[in-house]
């Protein structure tokens, strides 16, 4: 049998089976148009939500690879998603941004399993950077 030769809609399908899935939540529209195109931009499926209840309901019904929730303010807005992302899969890297640091919600996110927390704004080669530094695609994590 001769081996198959891949054309363009295989080699599509095949790109997009192996995109990574990341859930963005911020509920800053600016802050979450900014990081969705850069994640875009570095070849990631995006699904973004300005609503940490959305994103958080979502989590139950989609797998993701990584997971970014904005902080939102010193109340840790953002926690919840955080917790129940763990909750569904501890390996699930989830990375936390914050507009401001704040020792507590920092504290707070490392001991719950947050991967990192960083300070708002990141550069486009800081967020690709952090997000390629966790990343684990469930087919290498299987």
């Not at 959305?54 to 139950?60: D, K, P, Q, T, Y």
């Not at 690879?65 to 998603?81: H, P, Y």
């Not at 507590?104 to 550069?123: H, I, N, R, W």
Request: aromatic fraction near 8%; charge should be negative; proline fraction near 6%.
């Amino acid at each position: 049998m001769p081996p198959l030769i891949p054309n363009e809609r295989t080699a599509g399908q095949a790109a997009m089976v192996s995109r990574a899935r990341v859930l963005l939540v911020d509920e800053d529209l600016r802050d979450l148009e900014y990081y969705r195109a850069i994640l875009l931009e570095q070849g990631y499926e995006v699904r973004p939500f300005s609503s940490y209840a959305e994103a958080e309901s979502c989590l139950g019904n989609e797998i993701f690879d990584f997971i970014v929730v904005g902080q939102g303010s010193c109340v840790f807005e953002g926690r919840r998603v955080l917790e129940r992302a763990l909750e569904i899969d501890r390996r699930t890297p989830v990375l936390v941004l914050a507009r401001c640091l704040d020792m507590g919600c920092y504290l707070e996110a490392m001991q719950l399993g947050a991967v990192d927390y960083l300070e708002k704004p990141l550069s486009p080669s800081e967020m690709a950077r952090a997000v390629a530094t966790h990343l684990r695609p469930r087919s290498l994590a299987a």
